[in-house]
């Protein structure tokens, strides 16, 4: 039988291994490089990767069944440092990997907490929404990275096979084997 969670679970790692990705080139960039303004739907990196993080910290949240809503999005840049962005991100994959990895019921509801109203969702479909939007907005990042002094990295070497030899430092960083990606 196939496994409901297993893409979910794949999209979480994928997920936390391409915000480290990000991370390590986001450090590199040269003074002034991190906030300048950019041609995206956030006018830089630093409010694109602040985005990012604030709308994970709302979904996590809900799965969890918090009720932190909009309240996250009170301050819409909360770092400034990009160090410090990266580590509470990672917290944050580590946080939705781990969701995942427990097998939650996927069609179990999940109250969001929206400014005027809770909105009622899936596990899976609220899953699904966070790790897609992520994606989309780290797509953005890596667009502006391009008019930078730092070389985009890789994104998309993560489900194929033929990829591993492109991704053994990354999972041997995070302490994963080729085992844990099915």
Request: no cysteine.
């Given at each position: 039988?196939?496994?409901?969670?297993?893409?979910?679970?794949?999209?979480?790692?994928?997920?936390?291994?391409?915000n480290r990705r990000l991370a390590a080139a986001i450090a590199a960039l040269q003074p002034g490089e991190w906030e300048a303004p950019r041609t995206s739907f956030f006018p830089s990196l630093r409010a694109t990767l602040n985005?990012?993080?604030?709308v994970d910290r709302f979904y996590i949240d809900a799965l969890h069944g918090g009720t932190l809503g909009v309240s996250v999005f009170a301050n819409r840049e909360p770092f400034a440092d990009p160090s410090a962005l990266a580590a509470a991100q990672d917290a944050l994959?580590?946080?939705?990997?781990?969701?995942?990895t427990a097998a939650p019921d996927l069609d179990r509801p999940?109250?969001?907490?929206?400014a005027t109203h809770i909105q009622t969702e899936t596990v899976a479909d609220t899953l699904m929404h966070l790790l897609l939007h992520s994606q989309h907005h780290r797509g953005q990042v890596h667009a502006m990275l391009a008019g930078t002094s730092v070389r985009?990295?890789?994104?998309?070497e993560f489900f194929m096979a033929d990829d591993a030899r492109f991704r053994t430092a990354d999972l041997a960083a995070l302490g994963w084997t080729e085992a844990d990606l099915g």
């Open positions: 039988m196939t496994d409901p969670h297993r893409p979910y679970r794949q999209l979480a790692r994928n997920n936390r291994l391409a985005h990012i993080h604030l994959d580590a946080t939705a990997l781990a969701f995942v999940v109250h969001i907490h929206r985009p990295p890789q994104l998309d």
